[in-house]
């Protein structure tokens, strides 16, 4: 869950750390959670009642309290919807948030896959070796009921590849028992689709018709398919993005979830919050004004924050460890956003240059879990290794 997809809304896997090229994807897990485990003490309340969702908090205490969740409710939910956790290769304490926490998800997506056209009726899925199958096991005995449905990436398709597809019936249907096969054969519950924005909101008919072949096809193998969209206004704007009320109400009786990208909202020439809140509303009341699909909305929070030069053009995406080094080197005073229910704060790098720093906190994470639940959507999560621990109490 890039192109005009990149430049426009950053993509679902924007924000990305590399883990040391020196380590075994296992050595580098156990690595970052020994790390986590060091500066994690866990805490007998929730944040909630600890009194930490507030509109003025300071750096000193988001320092302190980040790592501290607690421990005695890791395996009660708080919300009652769908909730969707992205976990990226290249930022590793995801895959132990999903394992200490899994019980308030109801499905991850592992961002592992592509799916690939080698030729006319041809396709393979790649990215296999990202798999690990220990560490599925160990999601779902933390949780019996959570689903595994990693991201599968329409990756390094040409126009052409497309519309070859799109021509032919027999290129859908054996793409199809590709996708199906893949999915049953490393014991997946299903796929999260990322292809919509690879044609920049060209041939969206086509479209329609491919996923609901996909959506179709996966189902009645009795697998889960959700379908990652752009936001229904583009960033900034009041143009109508990408993909709006005529494709859902085509897809929404056969798509399990639209998994919402309401974040990238701000851009380097427009400094500025991640995810307006009255944008992330105006996105899903147009979708689904009647409300009667709204359950299938994933509204999307991003837990990666930006940091941008004040003197303009340039932007960098900051992670939650990141993010608290600033804090304890800096001490900056933070601000609320009323409009946007953001936070943000200002600080001066050595070289002398400010930046405006905006980046979730329990209260901007809050408000958007309460207008969920007002909307009556899900939520989904890009991405579970970037947040800080404390934010799952809110879960």
Request: aromatic share 10%; proline share 5%.
């Amino acid at each position: 869950m890039k192109a005009v997809f990149v430049v426009l809304y950053l993509s679902l896997s924007l924000a990305v750390l590399l883990v040391d090229a020196t380590l075994s994807k296992t050595d580098a897990k156990k690595a970052a959670a020994k790390n986590q485990e060091k500066e994690t003490q866990l805490s007998d309340r929730l944040a909630q009642d600890r009194g930490l969702v507030i509109t003025d908090p300071k750096a000193k205490d988001i320092v302190r309290e980040h790592g501290r969740y607690c421990g005695d409710k890791v395996r009660e939910r708080q919300l009652s919807g769908a909730v969707l956790g992205y976990i990226t290769p290249w930022n590793s304490h995801g895959y132990d948030v999903a394992k200490v926490f899994g019980p308030k998800f109801t499905a991850v997506s592992p961002v592992w896959l592509q799916i690939r056209r080698r030729g006319p009726e041809s396709f393979h899925v790649t990215g296999l070796h990202d798999v690990d199958q220990g560490w599925i096991k160990a999601v779902r005995k933390s949780s019996k009921n959570i689903q595994i449905v990693p991201r599968l990436l329409f990756d390094g398709w040409t126009l052409q590849d497309f519309e070859s597809v799109f021509e032919s019936e027999d290129e859908i249907e054996e793409l199809g028992k590709e996708v199906v096969e893949g999915a049953k054969a490393d014991r997946f519950d299903g796929f999260v689709l990322e292809v919509w924005s690879q044609l920049g909101g060209q041939k969206r008919t086509e479209l329609v018709h491919l996923v609901t072949h996909l959506c179709e096809a996966l189902r009645s193998a009795r697998l889960a398919c959700i379908l990652v969209i752009p936001p229904a206004i583009a960033p900034g704007t009041n143009q109508p993005g990408m993909f709006g009320k005529s494709e859902f109400d085509q897809l929404a009786h056969i798509v399990d979830g639209f998994s919402l990208m309401t974040y990238d909202f701000s851009s380097p020439g427009r400094p500025g919050p991640s995810s307006p809140v009255p944008w992330v509303r105006s996105c899903v009341q147009l979708l689904d004004p009647q409300s009667q699909w709204r359950s299938k909305i994933l509204l999307g929070l991003n837990f990666y924050g930006m940091d941008f030069s004040a003197a303009g053009g340039g932007m960098e995406p900051v992670l939650g460890r990141r993010y608290v080094e600033i804090l304890k080197d800096h001490k900056p005073r933070l601000h609320w956003d009323e409009q946007a229910s953001e936070h943000y704060f200002e600080y001066k790098k050595s070289s002398g240059g400010k930046h405006v720093v905006f980046y979730p906190s329990l209260k901007s994470v809050q408000v958007r879990l309460e207008l969920a639940v007002e909307l009556g959507t899900g939520v989904s999560v890009w991405e579970l290794g970037q947040g800080l621990d404390y934010f799952y109490d809110l879960f």
